[in-house]
């Protein structure tokens, strides 16, 4: 779903009674369910509120077109993102509720290039809700309860979000194979002024052989202008010189290629940041 509901003409519900109220207050529509009001206009099918009866309970579910998003029951109310951590789906949820959600800053937890990795424990977070002064992370499928005085039914029932870094004392290890190649690379940018190479095809071949094996090639002596080659090639950008576009590259870009590659070819290397241990004197 993309970002385009409107919400001009909808209700904010934050009780089960005025869940109850809206659900009373809107028209049945012909031909639709008789537990089922629309909560836009009559034609906006894609908005709507469910009457439920479980066990003698009586209960109201918001949604958004094929999925329940906000439950409203006597004692508390639920919400989920309904397995699609859209836009749309954290609007109609924000709206409908009156509890914000925003989208969980993945980066500032993991480095890339495993920011959204499923091998790491944040890959399931896809949000922040915020419950009065308190902000509390949830994932896409599961449903959270939440009481009507803005709090969390269960605490625990939340993503608990995990610090990564990389271990610095690996990656110097396995930087070794390549300081002759960044030594090398190095010389040759500075002799070039640091501009950029032209596209040579037979080195484009070369380079097709070691697309899965690019840190073989960077370590193999004989192969050093193919590594350089490929480097630039990669690296380079475009820079205005006021009459046309000449390609550029320094060695800090060189580098952070290679780290790129070394720690995806390497994922232990991403390592979690224990939480600091307070003692008592």
């Not at 909808?10 to 009780?15: F, H, K, L, Q, S």
């Not at 640091?194 to 080195?203: A, P, Q, S, T």
């Amino acid at each position: 779903m993309g970002f385009h509901i409107n919400v001009y003409n909808m209700p904010r519900i934050e009780t089960y009674d005025e869940a109850k109220k809206v659900f009373n207050s809107k028209t049945l529509v012909r031909g639709e369910q008789k537990s089922i009001r629309r909560l836009g206009d009559r034609y906006e099918k894609e908005k709507w509120i469910r009457q439920e009866m479980q066990d003698g309970v009586e209960s109201y579910v918001a949604g958004y077109y094929n999925t329940d998003l906000v439950r409203f029951y006597p004692t508390h109310k639920e919400i989920t993102l309904g397995g699609y951590p859209s836009t749309s789906s954290q609007y109609f949820v924000g709206y409908i509720s009156g509890h914000s959600i925003t989208d969980f800053e993945h980066k500032s937890y993991v480095p890339a290039p495993f920011t959204r990795s499923p091998m790491v424990k944040n890959n399931q977070i896809e949000g922040y809700l915020s419950l009065g002064n308190e902000i509390y992370c949830i994932n896409a499928n599961d449903w959270y309860a939440i009481t009507y005085d803005r709090k969390p039914l269960n605490p625990k029932q939340f993503e608990t979000p995990v610090k990564y870094k990389f271990d610095a004392s690996q990656m110097r290890e396995l930087r070794l194979p390549y300081k002759k190649l960044l030594k090398y690379a190095d010389t040759m940018l500075k002799l070039s002024n640091n501009e950029g190479v032209e596209e040579d095809k037979k080195l484009d071949e070369q380079n097709r052989v070691y697309r899965d094996r690019k840190l073989e090639m960077f370590a193999d002596e004989d192969k050093t202008y193919l590594s350089y080659y490929h480097l630039v090639n990669q690296c380079q950008h475009n820079r205005w010189n006021g009459k046309n576009y000449d390609s550029t590259c320094n060695i800090g870009m060189i580098k952070r290629y290679i780290d790129k590659q070394i720690k995806l070819e390497n994922p232990q290397v991403l390592v979690e940041v224990k939480p600091e241990t307070k003692y008592q004197s």
